[in-house]
């Protein structure tokens, strides 16, 4: 996960009025099983410490880090289970599995008061993007976990009409640049607008194969472009923070790169793919100048050491670095809400970075 508090300066050319629309994203749409296995998982993680080291068996120890047993249980659950791994099912049943796992792993949904979908205008078409206000701050809210107002109106319908209009964070999802959607971040991006009390604004961009690089981060930029330049309208304060899991991590870092660069061409004429810094921060030959970044990964993580290297890389360039390493826990660590305690931990952990930045 990171977090990049930005300038609010649009970095490129897009212009142009967000669009309502009804359904910007499908609706997970869970089976039987896939009940079973969030009450089964649900029902293990709530189980004492105790109880889960002594199911979870062995302790699984690498570099010194301990994984922690409700994740080591919960991994041999899944493992045991019928069905093909992503790579097996084909691009549309493992789109629909990770939207499934989220909800499986992503709890109670936390209370947010108004919810708009919208389409953001792109470089190449519109972009799907849902906006979730925090309980309080817009006139219509209710304050609830299962019901809240959802609108289509138009943005500037979301005018607050007092000084107190929350920051905006916007979320670019994890998914490996080819799985991932609002449905399956639709759970972190609620729990930051309830718990880092911001506006978030979760950006649906172009996937591949469909859509291949550098269309993600053509549509990254757009929506911060926007996004920056239409807070009024949006309801939120001047104050604009970039967030993400994974590949979303490297689009919040992209989107800092080209706030400070002020226009980054997102386009192939910035040189090779070998060399390419959109395709990891670690190729940026400069990272100075960059906002206030808050760095988390997980000891069990599969850019576990990319990630400290882009600490070091950012805390030698002079950029302010919090790095928080959650050593006990695995890749999708902020997506865990719902199940066992260490994942939700660590995602209060990062809506407090949130918070406290955007309050700088």
């Known amino acids: ?79 045991r289970l019928p069905g093909k791994t992503f790579e097996e099912l084909g691009l549309a049943k493992g789109r629909r599995q990770i939207d499934v796992e989220a909800w499986q792993f992503g709890g109670r949904p936390a209370p947010v008061g108004r919810i708009q979908d919208m389409l953001i205008p792109g470089a190449d078409g519109p972009i799907p993007a849902r906006l979730y206000h925090p309980v309080g701050a817009t006139p219509e809210t209710v304050d609830s976990a299962t019901s809240e107002s959802r609108s289509t109106s138009s943005p500037e319908a979301l005018r607050s009409p007092d000084s107190a209009a929350p920051p905006l964070v916007l979320y670019f999802h994890g998914g490996g640049f080819v799985l991932g959607s609002i449905a399956s971040h639709e759970p972190i991006a609620r729990f930051l607008a309830h718990h880092a009390q911001a506006a978030v604004l979760l950006v649906g961009y172009r996937l591949a194969p469909e859509h291949p690089f550098p269309a993600a ?21 001047n104050r604009v923070a970039v967030a993400g899991d994974s590949a979303g991590g490297n ?101 407090r970075a949130v918070r406290e930045g955007l309050q700088r």
């Open 1 to 79: 996960m990171t977090s990049t508090p930005s300038a609010p300066d649009p970095v490129g050319p897009v212009r142009g009025t967000a669009e309502p629309v009804v359904g910007a994203t499908d609706p997970v749409r869970p089976g039987v099983l896939d009940r079973a296995v969030r009450a089964g998982v649900t029902a293990l993680g709530a189980l004492p410490d105790a109880v889960l080291r002594r199911l979870a068996g062995t302790p699984t120890v690498i570099d010194g880090q301990r994984l922690e047993p409700e994740v080591q249980l919960a991994l041999s659950v899944l493992h």
């Open 217 to 237: 981060h053509e549509d990254a930029i757009a929506a911060y472009a926007w996004a920056a330049s239409h807070t009024e309208d949006l309801g939120v304060a």
């Open 251 to 351: 689009l919040a870092l992209a989107v800092s790169i080209a706030a400070r660069d002020r226009g980054l061409p997102a386009s192939d004429d910035a040189g090779p793919l070998a060399t390419d810094p959109r395709i990891s921060p670690l190729r940026e030959p400069d990272l100075a100048g960059l906002p206030p970044t808050y760095l988390a990964y997980a000891g069990f993580d599969v850019l576990r050491d990319e990630s400290r290297e882009l600490a070091d890389r950012l805390r030698e360039a002079g950029v302010p670095i919090t790095e928080r390493c959650h050593t006990g826990h695995i890749h999708p660590f902020s997506n865990v809400l719902g199940v066992g305690r260490t994942g939700r931990a660590a995602a209060l952990e990062i809506a």
